[in-house]
């Protein structure tokens, strides 16, 4: 299995995640945040880059060895999907939101045969909304979905009950939990702010702050 705390540490390194319980910051769904995870920030560090994309690799060869071929979510997911699939010599796909509203209107990218067994890749899991939209094409698509991964999640309760209710199986790289024990542990971030961090998880919707 992989090194939750060596990941985080790597997100770190690369300043993909950014932790400011003073000053939060405002998510597009118009949430407060005393984080911001930006994943795409790691594609410009080579050699993180290379540790997150084999880690992910080991992930999905121990957990899902049946998969017949990963699809990444759009668009940060597809990246890492692309150079897993690369160094595990599978097929790649990639789900948009919504399909095309021009040429052949395809919301699923990549060759596919209805019946084959897929991992969605992801870069970041808050709520679970985008990845299950995207579970949701490719099952209508006639493939079957044997998991799911991702670099990081928030760990939030309603994204746990919605994967469960699914069934979806998912295994992330490293958790918000684990990435504010070693912000403690490294003093980028005192225990007062550690408290309101995971206060700020446990209601995100309607937490205002310091």
Known sequence: MN?????????????AVKLS????FTWASG?????????RSILSYPFIRDFVKSEMCNV???QFSEADALAGVATAGIAWGAMAADQLKLPFLYVRPKPKDHGLGNQIEGRFEPGQKIVVVEDLVSTG???????DALEAAGLEIVGMVSIFTYDFTVAKEAFEKRNLKYHPLTTYPVLLELALEKGIIQQEQADLLLQWREDPANWTGV
């Open 3 to 15: 090194d939750a705390k060596v990941v985080a540490e790597k997100l770190l390194q690369a300043s």
């Open 21 to 24: 319980p003073e000053n939060p």
């Open 31 to 39: 949430w407060k945040s005393p984080i911001y995870c930006d994943n």
């Open 60 to 62: 999905l060869f121990e």
């Open 129 to 135: 909304k985008s990845s299950l939209q995207a579970v």
